[in-house]
């Protein structure tokens, strides 16, 4: 059962949450300012952490995006080896916990929540079980983030100002993570276009799920349409140059159900792709050298990566068959990848299965599995529904739809259970589908 979330502030002074917000931050002025005497440069430091902590939990709708932002960007640039998503995840949902006792929020909650909350409960279980817990406690925590990060985003279907700037954040940052990619292409310092912290898929993964949202908003009026459609073109043209199976994939199931689904929206589709499209001729033809080397590139790997792919798919098959109930453990395939798939310990190890869903089978059960698989499901299902009974902005709910056929797509040659998109996409729809009682006015 879903209920609409309803912003409340009658007597909140009353609350003794007030009262020890005001005692808490007395003693960290005065800690402050012991600090200050020995240490000034951690107190600025503290000072700055705890400032931004709170104007998080006064505007909550900054710290969530912060978080939609980081996403795309975390590839480019992570600071001594820290994760921006733990950091922006455990932030959002810090503030949006304290915001909601504050306020007295009343919260949406329905399948997808249940299925999200079974899958932590089972990582968590599988965590306790893994050889290596190291691995498996830093991937958990990684999806602990991305969990807070669909909880805090489901509960904001009643603000539709909201979702559209979560499309524009995640446009923007996809594209700002797409112009990177390509300067490091063009300029030779990687053979694909790529980001420094992440393979070349998971960054077209990452691109090619934001791609339906960037298209969305080409219908806004004005400049706000030419920046849409030139954030697609260059989100498009570094999917093409990272030359991702996976996501050349994506983009055709998200064509054929385009096509075959949802005509109606086919036209603005048609003219940002067509708009993409060019822009990617075009830097092809520019950077002809470049896009030649990145080809013999790929082309030359292309064998090897398909021999190693389809032994981890066999050996994550074998592994779920082997423990069905919580898997090896979060982040835990690649330490049974040698002898799960018979190859010399001196071979190319693979971290990941490479696909999403036995991936999931294989490091978290068959349970795990089923839910995740049902949780996408239902999301999609929701979306379309969503769509009919034209719920949320319109045609946010059928650019979700589109999107989720390209995750669920892409994600059957790369490991993106632990990465964002699912979970945004997923955070999106519910808040959508949270409208279906008390749909908002699309000027809230």
């Keep these: 059962m879903s209920v609409a979330p309803v912003h409340r502030r009658d007597g909140a002074d009353g609350v003794p949450l007030f009262a020890i917000a005001y005692t808490t931050g007395a003693l960290v002025t005065a800690a402050l300012c012991v600090l200050a005497v020995t240490h000034p440069v951690t107190a600025l430091l503290v000072f700055l952490s705890t400032a931004a902590l709170v104007i998080c939990i006064w505007r909550i709708e900054i710290a969530l995006l912060v978080l939609v932002a980081v996403g795309p960007l975390e590839a480019a640039y992570r600071p001594g080896g820290i994760s921006l998503t733990k950091i922006a995840g455990l ?51 990684r999806y602990v983030s991305f969990v807070a990060m669909f909880l805090v985003v489901s509960q904001f279907g009643d603000d539709y100002r909201l979702l559209r700037r979560i499309a524009w954040v995640l446009t923007l940052a996809a594209a700002a993570a797409s112009y990177f990619a390509l300067a490091n292409l063009f300029s030779g310092r990687s053979l694909l276009a790529g980001l420094p912290y992440a393979n070349e898929n998971d960054v077209a993964f990452t691109l090619v799920t934001a791609l339906p949202l960037a298209l969305w908003l080409v219908r806004e009026p004005g400049i706000k349409r030419v920046i849409a459609l030139a954030s697609s073109a260059t989100i498009l043209s570094a999917v093409v140059l990272t030359f991702s199976r996976g996501a050349f994939v994506g983009l055709a199931a998200a064509g054929v159900w385009k096509l075959f689904a949802e005509r109606r929206h086919l036209g603005v589709v048609l003219a940002g792709g067509l708009f993409a499209l060019a822009t990617v001729l075009v830097l092809v033809n520019v950077n002809a050298s470049q896009v030649h080397r990145a080809s013999l590139a790929k082309q030359k790997v292309a064998q090897e990566n398909v021999r190693s792919r389809l032994d981890a798919w066999s050996g994550a098959a074998r592994l779920a068959a082997d423990h069905p109930l919580v898997g090896v453990g979060p982040g835990n395939f690649q330490s049974y990848f040698f002898r799960v798939t018979n190859r010399p310990s001196g071979s190319l190890l693979l971290t990941q299965v490479h696909n999403t869903y036995l991936d999931v089978a294989s490091e978290l059960g068959v349970f795990a599995l089923i839910f995740f698989v049902s949780f996408l499901a239902m999301s999609f299902s929701h979306a379309v529904k969503a769509e ?21 797509f892409s994600g059957a040659f790369i490991s993106a259970q632990y990465s964002a998109p699912f979970w945004l996409l997923g955070g999106l729809t519910a808040a959508v589908w949270s409208q279906r009682e008390r749909p908002a006015a699309p000027g809230m």
């Design 91 to 141: 932030i959002a949902f810090v503030s949006f916990t304290f915001n909601a006792l504050l306020t007295r929020r009343r919260l949406v909650f329905d399948g997808t929540h249940v299925l999200v909350l079974l899958l932590l409960a089972v990582s968590l279980v599988s965590t306790a079980n893994a050889h290596d817990q190291s691995s498996a406690v830093t991937t958990v925590v």
């Design 388 to 408: 009919h009974m034209s719920l949320g902005p319109p045609g946010l709910a059928s650019a979700l739809a589109t999107a989720l056929v390209v995750a669920a």
